[in-house]
Nanobody, 124 residues
Framework: QVQLVESGGGLVQAGASLRLSCAAS????????MAWFRQAPGKEREFVVG????????DYADSVKGRFTISRGNGNNAIDLQMNSLKPEDTALYYC?????????????????WGQGTQVTVSS
């Protein structure tokens, strides 16, 4: 059973940076894709960025392109999200998730394991 734990959230001012981390325990995720999603109060959960198992393919939501960067390490059992130039609209609970899909996918239905989330709050 895969367990995911996110960390690194916090309260920052607009324009600041944060780095989120997601560590997985359980079976190796070497062949699995991983992603970050987020959910703001009163809104649907949305895809932020995904990375495939080889870490050679990524997909970013338009709203974060050029500001966020996903990376993968620790034998493919961890992902980080470097978030720069944060905006108040980035405020949300950020989740990491795992998919068996070999390609990067933005569909939350494709992900079978989820973390508890880490809160990111950006003040204006």
């Amino acid at each position: 059973q895969v367990q995911l734990v996110e960390s690194g959230g916090g309260l920052v001012q607009a324009g600041a940076s944060l780095r989120l981390s997601c560590a997985a325990s359980g079976p190796t995720l070497r062949l699995y894709g991983m992603a970050w999603f987020r959910q703001a109060p009163g809104k649907e959960r949305e895809f932020v960025v995904g990375i495939n198992w080889r870490a050679d393919s990524t997909d970013y939501a338009d709203s974060v392109k050029g500001r966020f960067t996903i990376s993968r390490g620790n034998g493919n059992n961890a992902i980080d999200l470097q978030m720069n130039s944060l905006k108040p609209e980035d405020t949300a609970l950020y989740y990491c998730a795992v998919t068996r899909d070999s390609q990067v996918t933005s569909s939350s239905e494709s992900y079978f394991a989820w973390g508890q989330g880490t809160q990111v709050t950006v003040s204006s």
